[in-house]
């Protein structure tokens, strides 16, 4: 599984997660910047991720949707603040409401994702910072861990195929 380390601090307000791809960074950079990519490994295996709107242009908006077996929608953004292709991007990554506008009630992640050579292949390093402990407790509580690497350990098939 490319998922190789998983670290929340509480006192940083920080979950990091590490993972190593055999393909090169701009391969799987192409993951991120192509949204019919994206949405094949955004959400865990049984929630898939549509994206409305994708651009990984600095100032830009992404709107996605989950949809879980039962068929309910689950809607996120992303604010998208820095783009360095292919080593990495910055982005707020927040819950949205069903016309996919902020939800102000729940946290926002400020998220940075790194992709460096490493081993023949791809370090990805996702930090994601939060603005209080309560925040990121309450993501930790949602099952975000669980739910990020599941995700991200779909990438190795996808890049493979």
Known sequence: MPVTDVKHDMDNLT???VADFAAPPTR????????????RVWGPPTYPATFVDHSLTPG?????YMTSPEGEKYAGYWDVTETNEPSDFSFDDGFADADLNP??????????YTFTEHAGGT?????????SAEALQKV??????????????????????
Do not use: H, K
């Not at 930790?140 to 890049?159: C, F, H, K, P, Y």
């Open 60 to 64: 830009s908006r992404c709107t996605y």
């Open 28 to 39: 799987i950079w192409e993951v991120y910047a192509d949204p019919r990519q994206l949405e």
């Open 123 to 131: 370090r990805a390093t996702y930090v994601a910072t939060y603005a």
């Open 140 to 161: 930790l509580d949602m099952g975000m861990v669980e739910g990020a690497t599941s995700a991200i350990n779909q990438i190795d098939d996808l890049v493979a195929s």
């Open 15 to 17: 979950l990091t997660i």
């Open 103 to 112: 939800d102000p009630s729940m946290p926002v992640g400020r998220n940075v």
